[in-house]
């Protein structure tokens, strides 16, 4: 399988803030890179796929980046509504695997 | 726009089977990969498997010998068994679109299902 490694794990930050989560994959996963936000209670909600495709209706804020093993999720000015836990996921291989999270907390 | 909703029971005894149904609207089920994703409480996302509209399979090897999903196109659903569940498969159970490169991209709410006597 191929572990999915995120950090950090929680980060405190301010409205306004530029915050960037990373993400490594255990062997090369091109760029079959995706990226889920989860609030509490709710199901998780693809925001970039392809490691820097943003699905529709997803606030230009976002944008990943990265290819082959390293990749970084980067929100550029944090609002109210980013404050969630976000998760990165390989689609490279079966079985598809998950990132631990990073929450986002308000400093 | 699709929407997916989980249904099957919330309680289920130790080493019995767990059935989930998710039932499709707003779309059709066919030409598309269908997944079970789970999440124990206050932890990860986890992927059971997938099934393609087709019936073909990809299942966890983790899961592998306890999982047999099914997809009933008649009925615009697809079902989820997990058999000899324990207390480790107490979680979140969320259905969602999705099982290639693209990622999951329309998912239900997801249903608790608890393991215990």
């Known amino acids: 399988d191929i572990q999915m490694t995120q950090s950090p794990s929680s980060l405190s930050a301010s409205l306004g803030d530029r915050v960037t989560i990373t993400c490594r994959a255990s062997q090369t996963i091109r760029n079959y890179l995706n990226w889920y936000q989860q609030k509490p209670g709710k199901a998780p909600k693809l925001l970039i796929s392809g490691a820097s495709s943003l699905q529709s209706g997803v606030p230009s804020s976002f944008s990943g980046s990265g290819s082959g093993t390293d990749f970084t999720l980067t929100i550029s000015s944090l609002q109210p509504e980013d404050f969630a836990t976000y998760y990165c996921q390989q689609s490279y291989s079966t079985p598809w695997t998950f990132g631990q999270g990073t929450t986002v907390e308000i400093k | 726009q699709v929407q997916l909703q989980e249904s099957g029971p919330g309680l289920v005894k130790p080493s019995e089977t767990l059935s989930l149904t998710c039932t499709v609207s707003?779309?059709?089920?066919?030409?598309?990969?269908w997944s079970w994703i789970r999440q124990p409480p206050g932890k990860g996302l986890e992927w059971i498997g997938y099934i393609y509209y087709s019936g073909s399979t990809n299942y966890s090897p983790s899961l592998n010998s306890r999982v047999t999903m099914s997809v009933h196109t008649s009925k615009n659903q697809f079902s989820l068994r997990l058999s000899s569940v324990t207390a480790a498969d107490t979680a979140v159970y969320f259905c969602?679109?999705?099982?290639?490169?693209?990622?999951?991209?329309?998912w239900g709410q997801g249903t608790l299902v608890s393991v215990s006597s």
């Open positions: 707003g779309g059709s089920i066919s030409t598309y990969y």
């Open positions: 969602a679109r999705g099982g290639t490169i693209l990622g999951f991209d329309s």
